[in-house]
């Protein structure tokens, strides 16, 4: 299904509300009591199938129902109300508006169109003629000798702007609901009048807008008169540099032991008898020993003899080989293993070389910013009219270039 975005505009009590109804076959819109009193008060998007098919089969509108022009509500200026058109513009979403219906109630003065072409355009631009079609309405109370010269002026007027009219007639309490034929043919009428328009771009507002904006600064800095300029004391705040100490920690190691214990605790250490250096000794001793000795002894023997039947005994000498011992003086080196203690450096280096985690303070110079506050006289440009007459006034002209 495709979709189609369509702006309902125009004065108050016109019967916009009572047209999107009677195109949608449901009540999506608030509708007026006929007592002077516009009820629809912000712009509201409304989404339904398209059933007169004003555009053809098989569309989904997506239609903006817009407070109107002139609203009798003390509460919604024009003002408030072109606000109300350009948020709701811009909900809507998309590229392009396919059609801006501009409604004109025939039982009205016919110059209200006037005006309506005026704003529309100062909100649009002029682009915004190709793409809108005027729907009057209302045409069924308006008595028979005043319609004919008033549908000739909407007529006149649309003609000026060379933009179509399609007379509409919504269901209303005094005439009852209209009929089948008639909703028929007034939607074959719109039908031709829509194929006929080109899409409006939403660029072309902003586009728009910022021409009248451009155009609108130029004229109020030409307008002299409009301008007043008074010098007035401005406080404001500067950011100035400043240096201040900074105190900050790094990581760092120090001593384990402070000095006096380091001492305390290598002599204690060295004195360990497990820490003592061991080293070898050599010396020479005299000493007395029994060395052996040979020497001979004689003994006397009685040795017996015999001759024949004679015996007789003999004494000799017999050497007989023995040892003694005897002292003797001699010398001889001797190598044993002594112990010492070692340098009190030793035990001492290890100690002091034993470092902890810690924090070192510091302090660095820091460059810093501030704010200060301070006064200055400067020239103010105010205008004595509003921006907005000078908006309306460059929209025209550009509306007429």
């Not at 516009?38 to 053809?56: E, M, N, Q, V, Y």
């Not at 309506?116 to 045409?139: M, N, W």
């Not at 004195?271 to 003592?276: C, E, F, I, S, W």
Request: aromatic share 8%; with cysteine.
């Amino acid at each position: 299904m495709s979709s189609k975005n369509c702006v309902v505009l125009g004065p108050s009590q016109q019967g916009k509300s009572s047209y999107i109804n009677l195109i949608s076959g449901q009540v999506l819109a608030p509708v007026g009591q006929n007592d002077g009193q516009s009820c629809t008060k912000h712009a509201s998007i409304l989404s339904f199938p398209d059933l007169l098919r004003i555009f053809g089969t098989n569309v989904q509108l997506n239609c903006i129902d817009l407070p109107g022009f002139n609203d009798t509500s003390v509460l919604l200026s024009n003002k408030k109300i072109v606000e109300e058109v350009k948020l709701g513009v811009a909900g809507l979403g998309g590229r392009q508006l396919d059609v801006l219906f501009l409604f004109q109630s025939s039982s009205e003065s016919a110059f209200q169109l006037q005006k309506s072409f005026q704003l529309t355009e100062t909100l649009f631009g002029p682009k915004i003629l190709r793409s809108l079609v005027v729907i009057a309405t209302k045409s069924d109370i308006v008595l028979e000798q005043v319609l004919p010269k008033r549908q000739e002026t909407i007529e006149s007027f649309a003609r000026e702007k060379n933009v179509q009219v399609v007379w509409w007639v919504n269901d209303s309490e005094e005439n009852g609901k209209v009929s089948e034929a008639k909703k028929c043919s007034q939607a074959a009428q719109l039908h031709a009048a829509i194929n006929q328009l080109q899409p409006y771009e939403m660029t072309n507002m902003q586009e728009f807008a910022s021409r009248v904006q451009v155009q609108a600064e130029q004229m109020v800095k030409a307008d002299s008169s409009n301008i007043v300029q008074q010098n007035v004391t401005v406080p404001y705040d500067v950011v100035v540099d400043y240096e201040e100490d900074e105190a900050y920690t790094v990581p760092a190691l120090q001593r384990k032991y402070p000095e006096p214990i380091v001492l305390q605790e290598a002599r204690r250490l060295q004195a360990l008898p497990a820490n003592k250096e061991p080293y070898n000794v050599t010396r020479t001793i005299t000493e007395t020993v029994q060395v052996p000795e040979e020497y001979d002894e004689w003994r006397d023997e009685r040795v017996w003899h015999r001759t024949f039947f004679i015996r007789w005994r003999e004494t000799i000498s017999v050497r007989e080989r023995k040892v003694r011992y005897v002292p003797r003086q001699q010398t001889r080196t001797v190598t044993e293993t002594a112990y010492r203690d070692r340098p009190l450096e030793h035990f001492a280096a290890p100690l002091r070389q034993e470092m902890v985690p810690t924090t070192e303070q510091r302090v660095r110079r820091v460059t810093r910013q501030r704010s200060e506050k301070r006064t200055r006289t400067e020239v103010v440009t105010s205008y004595r009219k509003d921006w907005t007459h000078y908006r309306l006034q460059a929209a025209k002209e550009l509306i007429v270039s």
